[in-house]
């Protein structure tokens, strides 16, 4: 980073700092991951120069060679990946890659059913404060008051009530796997087409962890960033019927030059899934989620639907007495960051909240496995029961800083001397 400290230090120190952050904390946010070097760089590379609208050997623009190669890898190696048909990798983001699908088949005012934001949906499935709202009508499925799971006979009911244009599976915390057969067979019976949303399960699809929605849906979206471990981003797929609309509901319907440089890191994150090595670390990531759901369990709290089989869990903080923004912000305080989270059936609002999501993608990337998940929930719930006890907080900081340097992540991010002195200073403290 030499010239972005000679030209910016305001915004290097920024990224620096972040990068600090990062290594020096444990993150729990189920969205987010550690993107390896190689995708970094493939990222902050020269193809961010390059204005490629149309797609490859189809360009408005000359001197697209270079670029149409990383689309073209990108391409074949996400149809390779998931078994899909179809696959466009230009969406900038998991809800333009939504929007791409409703702009390819949908007519504002056409009917939609999708999971309630509030149990675990998306915002771009329908909420009311998104354009998915505004532009279309939307009914909502959710989750079992005694089971925290759904209820796909209250999706087979309210699909033949509203027969929506497009039912819609996927979640934004959902803890248990998604049954997109039966998803398909409701959609069937109603004449509806069938989008699939993995955007957060979308790694361990991959990995064939998670059951895949491609022999059933019509469309899959999803984010490269998450569980999958690229770059931030979207992706549509789709069966090759749809392949021309898709890609015309992207650009130019939606999208101007494609951002080149995402694309060609999109592609470097494609061939990592590929690997058996991939495959390992989203086993893992679904058993850290188990270990550190029972072993909060274990400590008291209640988690939603009683566990989970993919990346992250939900925690009901309701008989803790606590807020979830209140356990968001002492977590923090302690070097452990979470986010709030609605609960099915929840009585608080999204910016209060009753409960927390837990997600670990990033400390399986970190190489934390089952004994240091015990070793968070020992933390988290220390945390919790202590509100308030800076002096907890601050011990348990201490206890938090350790566990990371033993699972370095960015080390070479960070400036050798700040790095040295950071962590001396942590060391002597520890
Ligand atoms: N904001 C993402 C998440 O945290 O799940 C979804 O878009």
């Not at 059933?216 to 979207?234: E, M, Q, S, W």
């Not at 400390?363 to 933390?379: D, H, L, S, Y």
Request: charged share 25%; glycine share 8%.
């Amino acid at each position: 980073m030499k010239s972005l400290w000679e030209t910016d230090p305001e915004v290097a120190l920024a990224v620096e700092n972040e990068a600090l952050r990062e290594e020096l904390s444990i993150i729990l946010i189920a969205s987010e991951n550690y993107a390896s070097e190689a995708v970094l760089q493939a990222q902050a590379s020269v193809m961010t120069n390059k204005y490629a609208e149309g797609y490859p050997g189809r360009r408005y623009y000359g001197g697209c060679s270079y670029v149409d190669t990383v689309e073209k890898l990108a391409i074949n190696r996400g149809k390779e990946l998931f078994g899909a048909e179809h696959i466009n990798v230009q969406p900038n983001a998991g809800t333009a890659a939504n929007m791409a699908v409703y702009f390819s088949v949908l007519n504002p005012g056409d009917t939609i059913l999708s999971m309630n934001l509030s149990h675990g949906g998306h915002l771009s499935h329908g909420a009311m404060v998104s354009f998915s709202g505004k532009f279309y009508k939307t009914f909502f499925y959710g989750v079992s008051k005694e089971t925290g799971r759904i209820d796909y006979d209250e999706v087979e009911y309210l699909a033949k009530k509203y027969r929506p244009k497009l039912i819609i599976a996927g979640a934004s915390s959902y803890s248990r796997i998604i049954d997109f057969k039966r998803f398909k067979e409701i959609a069937d019976l109603v004449g509806a087409y069938f989008m699939a949303d993995i955007a957060h399960i979308a790694g361990l699809v991959a990995a064939g962890i998670h059951p895949s929605p491609i022999p059933y849906a019509d469309f899959v979206t999803g984010t490269t960033h998450k569980t999958l471990r690229g770059p931030r981003g979207g992706f549509v797929m789709c069966k090759s019927k749809f392949a021309k609309t898709i890609d015309q509901a992207v650009f130019p319907g939606l999208q101007g030059g494609p951002l080149m440089h995402v694309i060609a890191a999109k592609a470097v994150a494609f061939k990592e899934a590929m690997s058996e090595k991939f495959k390992k670390y989203q086993y893992q990531i679904v058993k850290n989620a188990q270990t550190l759901a029972d072993s909060l369990k274990e400590k008291g709290f209640k988690i939603i639907s009683e566990g989970t089989d993919n990346h992250l869990f939900l925690v009901d903080l309701t008989e803790k007495d606590i807020t979830g923004k209140e356990a968001e912000i002492a977590l923090d305080n302690a070097g452990i960051t979470v986010n709030k989270n609605v609960i099915p059936y929840d009585e608080k609002p999204p910016t209060i909240t009753s409960g927390i999501r837990i997600g670990t993608p990033i400390v399986t990337t970190r190489g934390m496995k089952e004994k240091e998940m015990k070793q968070i929930a020992f933390f988290i719930a220390k945390i919790i029961n202590n509100l308030g006890e800076e002096e907890v907080y601050n011990e348990v900081l201490e206890k938090v800083k350790k566990l990371c340097l033993s699972f370095p992540v960015y080390h070479n991010q960070i400036r050798k001397e700040r790095l040295d002195n950071d962590l001396k200073q942590i060391a002597v403290r520890l």
